[in-house]
Structures are given as C-alpha cells and as structure tokens.
C-alpha cells in the first residue's frame, strides 16, 4: 500500500516548483540559488525592524510583478469576453492554456 501523495511544493524564493525526492524533510528551495539567496535576505534584514520573512522587492522588481497581474487580469477579461461571445471549445480551451501559463510567471516574485 502506498503512502499519502504530496502536493508538490513551491520555491520559498522563487515559488517554482521543487521537486520531491518522495522521503525525508521536504525542500523548500528549487535550487542553491534561491537558498542562497534566501540565506543573503535574512542576513540583511537581522538586526532591524524588517520581519525575517519579508520580501523586499526593487522598484524594478515591484513593477514587473505589477505588470505580471495585469497581464493575468486582461487574459482573464478575454476568456470572459470569448465565453459570452460563445467561442469554440477549442479557441477556449487554447485561451485558458494562456491564462495558466501567465498565472505561473505572476507567482514568482523575482
């Protein structure tokens, strides 16, 4: 008999998938990278008033994500618009595929 699955979890740093080995403690990070970098944020932010688990983004990097979330929005307001018009199964099903795909990259905050 097998054991529970496990709903694949998400990069603490990124929120790409991380792969799970299926045994042990599960990993939090996607790569060394992103602990890396995760290890640089709390040593930055220990000592000060900042929460060890806040995400301090760029400008650059606040705006991206901004951009990302509107493109969601506007894919998600086109699928509406195909659905009342009474598009095809397959136009439908061709514009979710481009919804999930933009959902994904809105996730990652960097």
Same mark, same amino acid.
């Given at each position: 008999?097998?054991?529970?699955?496990?709903?694949?979890?998400?990069?603490?740093?990124?929120?790409?998938?991380?792969?799970?080995?299926?045994?042990?403690?599960?990993?939090?990070? %996607?790569?060394?990278?992103? &602990? #890396?970098?995760?290890?640089? #944020?709390?040593?930055?932010?220990?000592?000060?008033?900042?929460?060890?688990?806040?995400?301090?983004?760029?400008?650059?990097?606040?705006?991206?994500?901004?951009? &990302?979330?509107?493109?969601?929005? %506007?894919?998600?307001?086109?699928?509406?618009?195909?659905?009342?018009?009474?598009?095809?199964?397959?136009?439908?099903?061709?514009? %979710?595929?481009?919804?999930?795909?933009?959902?994904?990259?809105?996730?990652?905050?960097?």
């Amino acid at each position: 008999m097998a054991g529970p699955t496990r709903k694949p979890a998400s990069c603490v740093w990124c929120g790409r998938e991380v792969a799970d080995s299926g045994v042990g403690r599960r990993k939090r990070y %996607c790569r060394q990278s992103c &602990r #890396q970098r995760a290890y640089e #944020q709390r040593a930055l932010v220990k000592g000060t008033s900042i929460p060890a688990d806040a995400v301090v983004l760029t400008r650059e990097e606040s705006v991206a994500v901004m951009d &990302r979330m509107f493109e969601v929005r %506007c894919a998600a307001e086109d699928l509406g618009t195909a659905v009342a018009e009474g598009a095809d199964a397959d136009e439908l099903a061709t514009m %979710c595929d481009s919804l999930v795909q933009l959902a994904l990259a809105a996730e990652r905050l960097r």
